[in-house]
């Protein structure tokens, strides 16, 4: 079955450390996505990919870094600089269309917790 | 800057009723709304895309209306069932970024 797959499930990590979280999707979509979710916020956009090689900053992308290397690859690195690392993470993809008909399809989410 | 409210944030309905989401946006210029569903835990399901051409969707029990103009949405779930209990959000595409605005979600438990 196509999907996209997040890994691991739960990471614990110390203060300090970078951390990097998997994203696989084969779908073949052309965009990809990392959204960051607290508790009673909505969902915050990280980082952003359309094509390979190329991504852009979201809303809150200080402390974080991507790579899009791979069509199916968008690994996150959240690293020493990021202030408050302990959240849940989601990634996305989406198939590009022209009449923005294609709905964003997410995975299961990463649990990070920095203590 | 878009921003994206639903209202209520908590709803709790006995099985069997009909119930209304809402969703409300800032910037009209959007291209898409969609409503998804999320599982405590889990990460997001689409339930509905409606593109800014049209005025409604219907999957099932579940359907979606939208008011461009207003800067409207609403999720109509028939009937509901104890398996609907989850967040709802709703999130609007807009401009050249090609990236969604979500709302924080109502969170529905359907009971017995």
């Known amino acids: 079955d196509g999907g996209i797959t997040q890994s691991p499930k739960y990471l614990f990590r110390k203060e300090g450390q970078n951390v990097t979280l998997s994203c696989e999707q084969n779908?073949?979509?052309?965009?990809m996505y990392w959204y960051r979710q607290d508790p009673g916020q909505g969902l915050r956009l990280i980082y952003y990919?359309?094509?390979?090689?190329?991504?852009q900053k979201g809303d809150i992308a200080e402390g974080y870094s991507v790579s899009r290397e791979k069509k199916e690859s968008f690994p996150l690195t959240v690293t020493s600089a990021q202030k408050n690392p302990t959240a849940f993470y989601l990634c996305?993809?989406?198939?590009?269309?022209?009449?923005?008909?294609?709905?964003?399809?997410f995975g299961n989410g990463t649990r990070l917790t920095v203590t | 800057k878009q921003e994206v409210t639903q209202i209520p944030a908590a709803l709790s309905v006995p099985e069997g009723e009909n119930l209304v989401l809402n969703c409300s946006f800032t910037?009209?210029?959007?291209?898409?709304l969609q409503w998804f569903r999320q599982d405590p835990g889990k990460g997001l399901t689409s339930l509905l895309l409606?593109?800014?051409?049209?005025r409604e969707q219907t999957s099932g029990r579940l359907n979606a209306s939208l008011d461009k103009s207003s800067g409207r949405s609403t999720l109509y779930i028939a009937a509901s069932q104890p398996g609907d209990s989850a967040t709802y959000l709703c999130?609007?595409?807009?401009?050249?970024?090609?990236?969604?605005?979500f709302g924080t979600g109502t969170r529905l438990q359907v009971t017995l």
């Open positions: 910037d009209s210029a959007i291209y898409n």
């Open positions: 996305a993809s989406r198939l590009m269309t022209s009449s923005y008909n294609s709905p964003l399809h």
């Open positions: 999130a609007v595409f807009t401009g050249t970024a090609s990236k969604l605005t």
């Open positions: 409606i593109q800014s051409s049209q």
């Open positions: 990919s359309q094509i390979v090689n190329d991504f």
């Open positions: 779908l073949n979509h052309d965009a």
